[in-house]
T-cell receptor, first 113, second 114 residues
Framework: DAGVIQSPRHEVTEMGQEVTLRCKPISGHNSLFWYRQTMMRGLELLIYFNNNVPIDDSGMPEDRFSAKMPNASFSTLKIQPSEPRDSAVYFC???????????FGEGSRLTVL | AQKVTQAQTEISVVEKEDVTLDCVYETRDTTYYLFWYKQPPSGELVFLIRRNSFDEQNEISGRYSWNFQKSTSSFNFTITASQVVDSAVYFCALGITNAGKSTFGDGTTLTVKP
């Protein structure tokens, strides 16, 4: 079975550019999570969705970040404009039911120059 | 509010040693779930185990074992006869029914030297 699929795996961009990260959750999972991991701040939850509806976006750093889940099989995390402090590994995870375990994608490593 | 504390930031052992990773949690809910995840150097996060608050039975899976003690709010993870491939960051997490999100600890970096 396919796991959580994230793209791109690596992204290098310049400050001010728009960045879009993509995620395809595991089929049948009804919750999707976006996490950010840095050395300084560890693993941070940015936002999560239940049945495609955003439930808690309190972890989204600021208005430059936005996330969407137009259907059960696709989600995006957008940063516009990007800044060097956004450099991190961004993980998407899905969950089959509550309060089940999370299944993580391989992550998208973002570098903003 | 929920909190997970992994007091050990880094642990280094020599291969074949046993090692225990500590996890202490805080919650006022009576129904909750505890998880361990592994993040090897390759970067992906992998689920290892889930326990619910009503099941204090310890679990063993090969060289891995987990000790859940509600009296001390701890869910510790022991690796027996450690191997180099066990080198990773290990995260403990707490989930509350109907809260949606899990609370993660800061992780413990385990280095197993040959």
């Amino acid at each position: 079975d396919a796991g959580v699929i994230q793209s791109p795996r690596h992204e290098v961009t310049e400050m001010g550019q728009e960045v879009t990260l993509r995620c395809k959750p595991i089929s049948g999972h009804n919750s999707l999570f976006w996490y950010r991991q840095t050395m300084m701040r560890g693993l941070e939850l940015l936002i999560y969705f239940n049945n495609n509806v955003p439930i808690d976006d309190s972890g989204m750093p600021e208005d430059r970040f936005s996330a969407k889940m137009p259907n059960a099989s696709f989600s995006t995390l957008k940063i516009q404009p990007s800044e060097p402090r956004d450099s991190a590994v961004y993980f998407c995870a899905s969950r089959p039911h509550e309060p089940g375990e999370l299944f993580f994608g391989e992550g998208s490593r973002l570098t903003v120059l | 509010a929920q909190k997970v504390t992994q007091a050990q930031t880094e642990i280094s052992v020599v291969e074949k040693e046993d090692v225990t990773l500590d996890c202490v949690y805080e919650t006022r809910d009576t129904t909750y779930y505890l998880f361990w995840y592994k993040q090897p150097p390759s970067g992906e996060l992998v689920f290892l185990i889930r326990r619910n608050s009503f099941d204090e039975q310890n679990e063993i899976s090969g060289r891995y074992s987990w000790n859940f003690q509600k009296s001390t709010s701890s869910f510790n993870f022991t690796i027996t006869a450690s191997q180099v491939v066990d080198s990773a960051v290990y995260f403990c997490a707490l989930g509350i029914t109907n809260a949606g999100k899990s609370t993660f600890g800061d992780g413990t970096t385990l280095t197993v030297k040959p």
